[in-house]
């Protein structure tokens, strides 16, 4: 299986910027899909933004030009560079990748908080 690892959350002012990082074990991961995901409090998880072994991205429409996913498959670590945030940001970010040929996420990571404060 694969252990994602997350890292980069913390508390940062509106207008802000973080990036996340979820280091991915094992050789494969240039095979994967990864997404990151978020769950605020009292709301579901939601898909932010994904990018496929063929460098397709996603992104939810209130994260549009804002948020960047990439990866390096050298080091098997996706990024979520997160620029202008807003307090309606703040949540418990996700990394989870899964196989192309799959429609759920498999692997997830343990969560790291993004607070964005007013």
């Known amino acids: 299986q694969v252990h994602l690892v997350e890292s980069g959350g913390g508390l940062v002012q509106a207008g802000g910027s973080l990036r996340l990082s979820c280091e991915a074990s094992g050789r494969t991961f240039s095979s994967y899909v990864m997404g990151w995901f978020r769950q605020a409090p009292g709301k579901e998880r939601e898909l932010v933004a994904s990018v496929s072994s063929g460098i397709i991205t996603y992104y939810a429409d209130s994260v549009k030009g804002r948020f960047t996913i990439s990866r390096d498959n050298t080091k098997n670590t996706v990024y979520l560079q997160m620029n202008s945030l807003k307090p309606e940001d703040t949540a418990v970010f996700y990394c989870?990748?899964?196989?192309?040929?799959?429609?759920?996420?498999?692997?997830w990571g343990q969560g790291t908080q993004v607070t964005v404060s007013s």
């Open positions: 989870a990748a899964r196989v192309s040929s799959r429609a759920r996420y498999e692997y």
